[in-house]
């Protein structure tokens, strides 16, 4: 008899602390989001591909195709053009492409700007079907990023 007393009173009270972490979660901030349609908010200290960076001044990317990025790359997976127009005082960058298939996402191409014209992006969903995909144009991707 006892025994049976004991066994409905802890039934009892694992039901109510149940109940209670329940009921605590219910009002917390949820910890998930609804992907694809919702995004994540990644730490600053995140690593996604690299991104050309844009003056906010002149709205052209701040990259002089100096070429250090390119040589410092360890999986040769950045290449670049560019030119210097008529009665400018520096190049400016025509074509920046990387092969995202082989980077390992080091840094060095980062650190090696002296021009502060690169930087790690967020982008974190990158899912697709062909390797062609990855191998980036970031003129055009930072673009498209600008008139969003
Ligand atoms: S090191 Fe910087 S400025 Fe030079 S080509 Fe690379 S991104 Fe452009
Ligand atoms: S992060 Fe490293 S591997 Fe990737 S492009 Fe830059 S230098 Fe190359």
Redesign the pocket.
Known sequence: MWNYLKEIFSGGYSLLVGMWITLRHTFRRPVTVQYPYESLKMPARY?G??QLVFDAATGQPKCVACMA?AR???????SLEGHKPEGATRRVVSKYT?D?T?????????E?CSFDA?EFSKDYNLAATKKDEYVMDLMKQAQGKQEK
């Open positions: 690593r591909h690299i990025c410092a790359c360890p999986s040769n997976c950045i990387l995202f082989s980077c390992s996402l080091c840094g060095l191409c980062v090696s690169l």
